[in-house]
């Protein structure tokens, strides 16, 4: 049974920085992508960033350049480092996993195809 539990939500004023994490366990599938999605109040959920097995990684034109997403594959984390954070960042933020082959790319694009989710954790960002 896969888990995924994320943390290190927060608010925080704009300009700041938050890492999220997301503390990953019964996945096994190690060489396809996981990520990150978020949700605001009102609007549908979308993709973030992603990071295939191989390292590379993709993402969202609006986070491109202040977030880095990594992976720790000792301590089964995933990160998400986010600077120069904005309001319109808030939301609530997911981490996700896929259960087949895909890239990096594709899977930033392909909510549907996320087989688990975790609960998720809020991170608001004040102006």
């Known amino acids: 049974q896969v888990q995924l539990v994320e943390s290190g939500g927060g608010s925080v004023q704009a300009g700041g920085s938050l890492r999220l994490s997301c503390e990953v366990s019964?996945?096994?599938?190690?060489?396809?992508?996981m990520g990150w999605f978020r949700q605001a109040p009102g609007n549908g959920r979308e993709g973030v960033a992603t990071i295939h097995s191989d390292g590379t990684t993709d993402y969202s034109e609006s986070v491109k350049g202040r977030f880095a997403i990594s992976k720790d594959n000792a301590k089964n984390t995933l990160y998400l480092q986010m600077d120069s954070l904005k309001p319109e960042d808030t939301a609530m933020y997911y981490c996700a996993a896929f259960s087949r082959y895909m890239t990096a790319f594709q899977a930033l694009r392909s909510l549907e195809e996320v087989k688990d989710w975790g609960k998720g954790t809020q991170v608001t960002v004040s102006s």
């Open positions: 019964g996945y096994p599938y190690s060489s396809y992508c």
